[in-house]
């Protein structure tokens, strides 16, 4: 069974660091890609970031030179360092990917993230 855990979050003060871990198991096949996504307490949810298994990165505009996604060499952690950090980046960030087998989105429960002073 696939399992992905976030972790990381918190609070911070605008213009601090997070490093968001996302842990996966029951993997036993290739990922194309993986994504982070943000739901604000609005409810609005937001793609932020995306990496392919060639290496290659997407990012949202408003985070591009401020976060960076990467992936641990054991494939099983994926993360996103986030720096420069601003209260409209505080939400629930969740990793994700897309599961050919079972055609569905696998995504973790989150980790909350608030930037304030």
């Known amino acids: 069974q696939v399992q992905l855990v976030e972790s990381g979050g918190g609070w911070v003060q605008p213009g601090g660091s997070l490093r968001l871990s996302c842990t996966s198991s029951?993997?036993?096949?290739?990922?194309?890609?993986w994504y982070w996504y943000r739901q604000d307490t609005g409810g609005q949810s937001d793609w932020v970031a995306q990496?392919?298994?060639?290496?290659?990165?997407l990012y949202k505009d408003s985070v591009q030179g401020r976060f960076t996604i990467s992936r641990d060499n054991g494939g099983n952690t994926v993360y996103l360092q986030m720096n420069n950090l601003k209260p409209e980046d505080t939400a629930v960030y969740f990793c994700?990917?897309?599961?050919?087998?079972?055609?569905?989105?696998?995504r973790g429960r989150g980790t909350q993230v608030t930037v304030s002073s």
């Open positions: 029951g993997i036993d096949f290739s990922v194309p890609a």
């Open positions: 990496l392919y298994t060639s290496g290659g990165t």
């Open positions: 994700s990917f897309y599961n050919f087998r079972t055609r569905a989105h696998e």
